[in-house]
């Protein structure tokens, strides 16, 4: 039994970014302020968890989709070098706080 409750507690913005990352690009080490919906419309990334000390890379590829918990420090891939990967990113957050915050590499994630 599938089922979804949202409810804010306070005003609110919502965004939808397309991000695209060319040959071995990557997004930069950041965290969010809340939950991202993500979508991968082209290519593939490995989305690497800066969070856990292991640093684990999971790849999702053209049509797999999956949720960016808030404040886990995290990087996205390209997985290729040579083709461009594009992803989706839906984002629901407090009005006035940043979307992104930008943080320095894990020592683990080297």
Known sequence: HWG???KTKDDTD???DQITLDGGGQTGWHTHPAAVFVTVTHGS???RDGTNAMCPGT???VGQSF???AFVIHNAF???MSEPAVF???HINPTGVPFVTGVPTP???H
């Open 4 to 6: 979804m409750i949202l």
């Open 107 to 109: 020592g683990q994630c």
């Open 67 to 69: 949720i960016e918990n």
């Open 88 to 90: 989706v990113a839906m």
């Open 78 to 80: 390209n997985a290729s």
């Open 14 to 16: 919502m965004g939808t």
């Open 59 to 61: 790849t999702y590829s």
């Open 45 to 47: 990334i490995v989305w």
